[in-house]
């Protein structure tokens, strides 16, 4: 709870004469009354390691006392019997650390006090209708009160100006939770590799690494696992997850671990039947060649799209060597000859979300973020040759992408997700080598 705390003195800190706001995430409805699995909302975790719904965090620094406000739901025994334990307002201050803990069904009566006093609202609206309105209602509510004396928020600011910013540089003890996802992942990689055999459906691959996650600890997939063989591993949001896995394909899984909120993202791709074709070979190569040069711009002071750029080098060269592309490489990138092939950037912060958060440009919104320790991001190039395009048959339906999660250290790149198998020996070894339970 002491990070938690240090976060949100840092926050407090920050909002002078301002107040933030940040509620849970919404419950989502799967279909008709039956609910998506839980999540909380990143930033409110961040600053509080609280994961129930229904609750609003609420940071004032000019209240004093009562800086630190969480509204949630109380403890409720016939909801409980149903839903499971709820933390409960009377426990949550000493449990959380925070100030004040009232029930959520207060904070239209009490928010109001909270905005008086304040010049500045820093809150995310547009996102659930009716917290928009609670929050409105609230600050006419505050507007009224203090006309005569006093002031109430007359300013609107974005929350992420202050906690994006915070959450882009990642503390010792959340690389630490990056790094076991990441390992668990990689459990779930080779369990993967050694259950590949041809025949072997797409939906009972996922299954293996999916089980590999969770008997290991993790508690949830970052994002819906991609499954992709032979000509699907061309799509690159494939999860439908269906297909069959043949000899002489190669299948293409992105698929990573989440544990304790905090993503992993990692894909490799290797032959379904334990062996690179010839093209399949030069194509893997010209990727892994791209990840190792842009895995080395992760360092402190280069801006973030260096890595892309040096990725793109090489995979443009590495086309024109095989001869899926003609001329130069310079021209080749100018007049965007490789996006037949490679369509999409090489990489993303990680963190809470999988996509996470954090501006890719300085304040101008123009120049390139220069990378600092303890940023994260992912290093994912790619190539992608689908059927319709007009290149040698050999090539066509291959497609090859390889991601890790790499910290910026003070040194230099610090890959997190380091040790999962992707040099093509070692993967010719694994793939096929383990036995698959049917029922």
């Given at each position: 709870?002491?990070?938690?705390?240090?976060r949100?003195?840092?926050?407090?800190?920050?909002l002078e004469?301002?107040v933030?706001?940040?509620?849970?995430?919404?419950?989502?409805?799967r279909?008709?009354d039956?609910?998506?699995?839980?999540?909380?909302n990143?930033d409110?975790y961040?600053?509080?390691?609280?994961t129930?719904?229904e609750?609003?965090l609420?940071l004032a620094?000019?209240?004093?006392g009562?800086?630190?406000?969480?509204?949630?739901?109380?403890?409720?025994?016939d909801?409980?019997?149903?839903?499971?334990?709820?933390?409960?307002?009377?426990?949550?201050?000493?449990v959380l650390?925070?100030?004040?803990?009232?029930?959520?069904?207060?904070l239209?009566?009490?928010?109001?006090?909270?905005?008086?006093?304040?010049?500045?609202a820093f809150v995310q609206?547009?996102e659930d209708?009716?917290?928009?309105r609670?929050f409105?209602?609230?600050?006419n509510?505050?507007?009224?009160?203090?006309?005569?004396?006093?002031?109430?928020?007359d300013?609107?600011i974005?929350?992420?100006t202050?906690?994006h910013?915070?959450?882009?540089?990642?503390?010792?003890?959340?690389?630490?939770?990056?790094?076991?996802?990441?390992?668990?992942?990689?459990?779930?990689?080779?369990a993967?590799?050694?259950?590949?055999?041809?025949?072997?459906?797409?939906?009972?691959?996922?299954?293996?690494?999916?089980h590999?996650?969770?008997a290991?600890?993790?508690?949830?997939?970052a994002?819906l696992?991609?499954?992709?063989?032979?000509?699907n591993?061309t799509?690159?949001?494939?999860?439908?997850?269906?297909g069959?896995?043949r000899?002489?394909?190669?299948v293409?899984v992105?698929?990573?671990?989440?544990?304790?909120l905090?993503?992993s993202?990692?894909?490799?791709?290797w032959?379904?039947?334990?062996?690179?074709?010839a093209?399949?070979?030069?194509?893997y190569?010209?990727?892994?060649?791209?990840?190792?040069?842009?895995?080395?711009?992760?360092r402190p002071?280069?801006?973030?799209?260096?890595?892309?750029e040096?990725?793109l080098?090489?995979?443009t060269?590495?086309?024109i060597?095989?001869g899926?592309?003609?001329?130069?490489v310079?021209?080749?990138?100018e007049?965007?000859a490789?996006?037949?092939f490679?369509?999409h950037?090489?990489?993303?912060?990680?963190?809470?979300?999988?996509?996470?958060?954090?501006?890719y440009t300085?304040r101008?919104?123009k120049?390139?973020r220069p990378?600092?320790?303890?940023?994260?991001?992912t290093?994912e190039?790619?190539?992608?040759i689908?059927?319709?395009?007009?290149v040698?048959?050999?090539?066509?339906?291959?497609?090859?992408r390889?991601e890790?999660?790499?910290?910026?250290?003070?040194?230099?790149?610090v890959?997190l997700?380091?040790?999962i198998p992707?040099?093509i020996?070692?993967?010719?070894?694994?793939?096929?080598?383990?036995?698959?339970?049917?029922?």
């Amino acid at each position: 709870m002491s990070v938690f705390a240090e976060r949100r003195a840092t926050v407090l800190s920050r909002l002078e004469d301002g107040v933030l706001i940040v509620p849970a995430a919404t419950h989502a409805l799967r279909n008709n009354d039956t609910e998506y699995g839980y999540r909380q909302n990143s930033d409110l975790y961040y600053l509080t390691g609280f994961t129930e719904p229904e609750a609003v965090l609420v940071l004032a620094p000019h209240r004093t006392g009562e800086a630190v406000m969480l509204f949630l739901r109380p403890r409720d025994r016939d909801r409980e019997i149903w839903n499971g334990k709820r933390l409960g307002v009377e426990s949550a201050p000493a449990v959380l650390g925070i100030d004040a803990a009232y029930p959520i069904d207060e904070l239209a009566q009490r928010l109001p006090d909270a905005l008086a006093g304040a010049h500045r609202a820093f809150v995310q609206l547009g996102e659930d209708e009716r917290f928009d309105r609670t929050f409105f209602a609230a600050l006419n509510a505050a507007r009224t009160k203090t006309r005569r004396t006093g002031f109430a928020p007359d300013t609107f600011i974005d929350p992420s100006t202050i906690l994006h910013e915070m959450r882009l540089i990642k503390d010792a003890g959340e690389i630490d939770a990056m790094r076991r996802a990441a390992a668990i992942t990689g459990l779930g990689h080779v369990a993967g590799m050694r259950a590949t055999r041809p025949g072997l459906t797409e939906f009972e691959l996922e299954a293996v690494i999916e089980h590999a996650y969770h008997a290991n600890g993790a508690q949830d997939v970052a994002y819906l696992s991609i499954v992709a063989g032979g000509d699907n591993a061309t799509i690159l949001h494939y999860d439908t997850n269906r297909g069959t896995l043949r000899a002489g394909e190669l299948v293409l899984v992105d698929s990573a671990a989440e544990l304790d909120l905090y993503a992993s993202d990692v894909t490799r791709t290797w032959p379904v039947d334990g062996r690179f074709t010839a093209e399949q070979r030069a194509i893997y190569e010209i990727v892994l060649a791209a990840q190792k040069a842009a895995i080395a711009e992760v360092r402190p002071g280069a801006h973030v799209r260096s890595a892309h750029e040096v990725a793109l080098r090489v995979l443009t060269a590495g086309l024109i060597d095989v001869g899926l592309l003609r001329g130069n490489v310079d021209e080749a990138i100018e007049t965007e000859a490789y996006k037949p092939f490679y369509m999409h950037g090489t990489g993303h912060w990680i963190g809470l979300d999988v996509h996470d958060v954090g501006s890719y440009t300085l304040r101008d919104g123009k120049t390139n973020r220069p990378l600092e320790p303890g940023m994260v991001v992912t290093v994912e190039p790619g190539l992608y040759i689908n059927r319709d395009l007009d290149v040698d048959e050999r090539f066509k339906g291959i497609g090859v992408r390889i991601e890790d999660d790499i910290l910026c250290g003070p040194g230099g790149p610090v890959n997190l997700s380091d040790g999962i198998p992707k040099e093509i020996a070692e993967i010719e070894e694994i793939v096929g080598s383990g036995a698959l339970a049917r029922a």
